[in-house]
């Protein structure tokens, strides 16, 4: 009887030891899952282009070891998910879970960011990070409100890439620009050219064909796109650049592990220092490669570039006012950035004297 008993109590006892172990594992699994995050990530960027190789791929990559392989991502460059002017929607509405967008290619979208395209001497990309966190943490997170935002920074500076040599204001006076927004279109205008905005990719077929006569932009877009091959003439004088950032879609942030998030976090607050990559050493290989590919540089005289430079102030003065009249604290957001960049040996060609 009491080793019967103890049969049944055997079995049943394997039974519910069995079924709690099932469980368990079944448990396990559960959460081992949930640890799993993959990224889907958005970019206009070409894969071959200096930017995507040296600092976004290993971004990604980067985050993929640090986790383990727990974080993975599907990449969708190229403007896969949407042309360039597109790229933030395509994260903010959820078609993508993160990716990089630049705030200047849609004119009133990010008002207030147009600060971090002011006319800067800037080399760096990891040195433009560290100025433009501050003021956004001041001035501008309240434009991303759809969004997690990882990073937003000005690009390094933009120079006048032609057709035809441009020394003079009287040179670039009529011909057809291409500018990416912000404050680089507004210092086109105002140097008297007539300024278009088409994509990127458009770029090179427009000045093949003589559509445009030149294009203000970084060397990274020269090298990225062979714009070197139908712009032979660079004048080396600074028009800022362009905002731009990297986001996930908020939704999607909201089920991401805390763990995985502060992996995250903390690869892509400041990619290019984690990376090494669009460091000075970078920006200078970028510019002497550029004129390897026979692209002529001029400097302008100091007292030429000068009369550029106030011209750029005027603008500066005029947005200032502006988005004062609307309720916005400018000239305080414009004074601070100035002070960031100046910490930072970096000298803001476009902010008025007379505002230190």
Known sequence: MCNEITRRGFLRNSL?????????????????????TNIKYTTWQVPASL?????????????????????????????????????????????ADMGYFVTTFTPGKFPLSDVLSLASSIEAKDISADISRPVFERYLRQEYKDVKMHLLNGCISSYLWTRKPVNTL??????RIRTPGGFQTQYTRELGAEVVF?????????????????????????LAYRLYEVAKHGTLLTFGCVGEGVASNSNYWKNVPEGHKHIIDAVSSNPYRITGGLTKRAYDAMMKEIADKGVTYYTLPSEEAE????KFRDVTRRWVMDME????????????????CQKRGVKVVAFPPEWK
């Not at 009369?307 to 106030?310: A, D, I, L, S, T």
């Open 16 to 36: 519910v030891g069995g079924i709690a172990l099932g469980a368990g594992f079944d448990f396990y699994h559960k959460v081992y899952a949930a640890q799993k």
């Open 51 to 95: 930017d995507f190789k040296t600092v976004f791929a290993p971004m990604l990559e980067d985050i993929k070891k640090r986790s383990n392989g727990e974080i993975t991502y599907s990449l969708y460059a190229g403007g896969a998910l949407g042309k360039a002017p597109e790229q933030y929607d395509v994260i903010a509405k959820g078609m």
């Open 170 to 175: 009287a040179d670039i006076k009529g011909l």
């Open 198 to 222: 088409m994509p990127p990719g458009d770029i090179y077929m427009a000045m093949q064909t003589g559509t445009v006569d030149g294009v203000v932009t970084c060397p990274l877009l020269i």
């Open 307 to 310: 009369r550029w430079y106030e």
């Open 325 to 340: 009249g609307k309720g916005h604290p400018a000239k305080e957001m414009v004074k601070m950035y100035n002070a960031e």
